[in-house]
């Protein structure tokens, strides 16, 4: 009978240990927070990010897609679509020519589209090329229920779809006696449309810019932004967002 071979034990010890480090290195990956590459500032206001460049704000049409290549480069990065990007770009723009006291950066009405509704695709919902969302992306109604204001109807229902309360609409998620004030038209379509990136975004900063002015200073932002929505908690998660937009990352 030929000479029984044993098996040398160190392949499997050697296994062992290296399964052993391999879960070791993913327990330490999930309890230990790691650092974003590109620190996230702090304070008020956010940074303003990437500069808009000159755009003919006055031409035909959809006058946001001329920023297609500032926004194109970093949307990835930002997690930001590229026609909601140049809507915040755009709003900004218009706004340094309309209301240069206001100093309202695009960062902030980014920081505000990505907490209300994904920049437009909350619940699958999506925008074209003119800057249209779709379906209509509405609020729960305003009843009184914890944590919400009760606001009767205001509109028939004509923007919001509901008779009897109000809802939020659209990707900046304005209220419709809100809307029929600061409700404008940025698209060039000749309507104001509160499920229109553009049109939203520059009324979100119209009404921004009125609420709180100089909007470069601490005060100037945290007013606009209690004014926009009353919660401190939602002032800190717009803030978090922007500033981290501000430095080119997604938050």
């Keep these: 009978m030929p000479p029984v071979r ?13 399964a052993a480090v391999v879960v070791f290195a993913v327990a330490v990956s999930i309890l230990t927070p790691s650092e ?13 990010g990437s500069p808009v ?70 619940g699958g919902a999506g925008a074209d090329d003119n800057a249209t969302v779709s379906p209509p992306i509405r609020g729960v109604p305003l009843d009184g229920g914890p944590g919400l204001a009760e606001i009767r109807d205001t509109d028939g229902g004509r923007l919001d779809g509901d008779p009897v309360l109000d809802r939020a609409m659209g990707p900046m998620q304005f209220i419709p006696e809100t809307w029929t004030r600061w409700g404008t038209d940025a ?7 509160p499920d229109n990136l553009d049109d939203a975004a520059l009324s979100a900063g119209r009404y921004l810019c009125d609420r709180g002015g100089d909007l470069t200073t601490a005060n100037g ?29 997604r938050p």
């Design 6 to 18: 044993r098996r040398s034990p160190w392949p499997r010890l050697l296994f062992g240990v290296l």
């Design 36 to 48: 974003p590459p590109i620190p996230i500032p702090d304070g008020v206001p956010p940074g303003a």
């Design 53 to 122: 460049p000159a755009i003919d704000v006055d031409g035909p049409g959809r006058t946001a897609a001329q920023l297609r290549d500032w926004a194109e480069p970093q949307a990835d990065a930002l997690g930001i679509p590229v026609v909601a990007l140049e809507a915040y770009g755009h709003a900004a723009a218009v706004l340094k020519r309309s209301r240069p006291d206001c100093g309202l950066a695009w960062t902030t009405l980014a920081g505000i589209g990505s907490v209300e509704s994904r920049h437009g695709r909350h």
């Design 187 to 193: 698209n060039g379509d000749g309507v104001a449309d």
């Design 221 to 249: 932002w945290t007013t606009a932004l209690f004014a926009y929505n009353r919660s401190t908690d939602y002032m800190a998660l717009v803030r978090d967002r922007a500033a981290a937009y501000g430095v080119g990352v």
